[in-house]
Structures are given as structure tokens and as C-alpha cells.
């Protein structure tokens, strides 16, 4: 759902630490504990240790590459940081370093007043780098995530944020062509209802980390729109989106990774 930007950046080269993927026990709506990171060493989304732009860490086979951008419902009332359009996201100190996670820095998203239908922040995965060194603009592409079953990060809520959210993988095939996507969207056939997972984030503002499996019951599309089989080989993106589109949302995520 939404508009979405890309912008090629020098993509940042890290590595998985076992100290930043060790379980807490946090889980989406129906999700299990994680395993440990010698499970996962190729998995590492997102450290956001990287002082140009939060990016995808070039890990896996073949190596992914993205960048964070936000994204939101163009309603007049809506504000969100960074401003749409006007910046790639960039890590920050947060508050409170998450329990187990490397370096000291991490993510915040914050939106308010998005009332169409809401907004998020996400990533792609699989950016076409360009031998010149310029922007991609063509169609999304996928990044086959077969060999994976699910994902977990850690994330935090700012006082006075909803801690109601989703995480979502967007498909080449649901994802709007005007997104870059597959599908024809029309009144009859409604597209960008991704596949995800609802999740909740304490209150008190500690970290929880949490983890979402692909085969969760819960991990399903929403169903306001057309229809879709999950196809981990059409994956695209990754996003987090708010549940509420009255609420105001301002929380934190770190060491993001894919999970075998």
C-alpha cells in the first residue's frame, strides 16, 4: 500500500554478531521464539550502525541491497520524519539501547494525523545496483526468501505511541503497478493487501524483541483486497505500518534479520 521512492545509495557491508540476535522470549501475535544467531549468521537485514542511511546490509546469497524510506497516505494532515520524500532515514542514539543488540544505534520512526489509511516505514531488498552509481527507478524486484522461515527484530515504543503495529511483506505480485508491482488495481480487485503480522509492543517503554514466522496462523493477509498465495520467492520489501490511522505512532527498532 502507498507510494513508495528509491534512491541509490552506497550500500553499507556489516556483519551478524551473536550477541545481536540472542532470544528474549518476544513474539508477534502468534509468533514463536527465534533461534540463535549461528542459525541466521546470512540473515541480518538492518544493525543500523551505518552513518550515511539505515540500508540493507549486503549479506545473504545473493547479497541483498535496499535502504529505509517511509511511506504514508498523502492526507494533508498527516506529519511524519523524516518529511516524505526529503531524506533517507539515518540511525540514532535511542534512549535505551535494547538489551543484547550491538553498536548504539537504532531506528525511530514517528508519524501522526496519517487519517486515509495510515503509515510506515520499510525497506527493499533487492535494489538493482546501478554501474554508474545512480538512482534505480524501474519495477520492484523480488529477493527469494525460501530459505528463510521468518523474521525478528527488536522494537521499542516512545510514551504516547499506539504500540499496535504490523509488519508486512509487500509481493511483486499484490504490490500495485503504480508501486512497481504486478497487479492492475481496480474497484473490483484491490491490491497491496500484504501478507504479514500483527504485533504489540509493551507500554512502559522497554525493548521486546519480536519474532514472526512465515507458517504463523496469524501471518495471513488482512482480506480487504484481491486475494494472493503467500510466495516467498516474490518478495520484495519489508514494512512496519501502524494499525490505527488515528493514532499517533513514534517507537524504535534495531538489529533486524531474516531467520532459517
Known amino acids: 500500500m502507498g507510494r513508495w521512492a528509491l534512491v541509490m545509495l ?3 557491508v556489516g556483519a551478524c554478531d551473536a550477541r545481536s540476535l540472542v532470544t528474549d522470549g518476544g513474539t508477534g501475535t502468534g509468533g514463536t521464539t527465534g533461534p540463535d544467531c549461528d542459525l541466521c549468521m546470512d540473515g541480518l537485514l538492518s544493525d543500523f550502525e551505518d552513518l550515511a542511511a539505515a540500508t540493507i546490509v549486503r ?3 545473493p547479497p541483498r541491497n535496499g535502504f529505509w524510506y517511509e511511506y504514508n497516505d498523502m492526507s494533508p494532515s498527516c506529519a511524519q520524519l523524516p518529511t516524505l520524500g526529503a531524506g533517507s532515514y539515518v540511525g540514532a542514539a535511542p534512549p535505551l539501547q535494547a538489551p543484547g543488540t550491538t553498536g548504539s544505534l537504532a531506528l525511530r520512526a514517528t508519524w501522526v494525523d496519517c487519517s486515509t489509511w495510515g503509515a510506515g516505514i520499510g525497506a527493499d531488498l533487492n535494489v538493482p545496483l546501478s554501474p554508474a552509481g545512480g ?3 524501474g519495477p520492484k524486484v523480488p529477493y527469494d526468501l525460501t530459505p528463510y522461515t521468518g523474521v525478528m527484530f527488536w522494537a521499542m515504543a516512545m510514551p504516547g505511541s499506539d504500540v499496535q503495529l504490523r509488519i508486512k511483506f509487500p509481493m511483486t505480485d499484490e504490490t500495485a503497478i503504480v508501486d512497481g508491482g504486478n497487479c492492475n488495481d481496480t474497484s473490483t480487485n484491490k491490491c497491496s493487501d500484504n501478507w504479514g503480522e500483527a504485533f504489540s509492543l509493551p507500554t512502559n517503554g ?3 524483541q519480536v519474532t514472526v514466522r512465515f507458517n504463523d496462523p496469524s501471518f495471513q493477509q488482512e482480506g480487504w483486497g ?3 498465495p503467500w510466495n516467498p520467492q516474490h518478495v520484495t520489501s519489508l514494512q ?3 494499525r490505527d490511522k488515528t493514532e499517533q505512532y513514534d517507537f524504535w527498532i534495531d538489529d533486524v534479520a531474516l531467520i532459517h
Open 10 to 12: 552506497a550500500a553499507a
Open 59 to 61: 549479506t545473504g546469497s
Open 135 to 137: 538512482i534505480y527507478s
Open 206 to 208: 522497554n525493548w521486546k
Open 226 to 228: 484481491a486475494p494472493f
Open 240 to 242: 512496519i505500518q501502524g
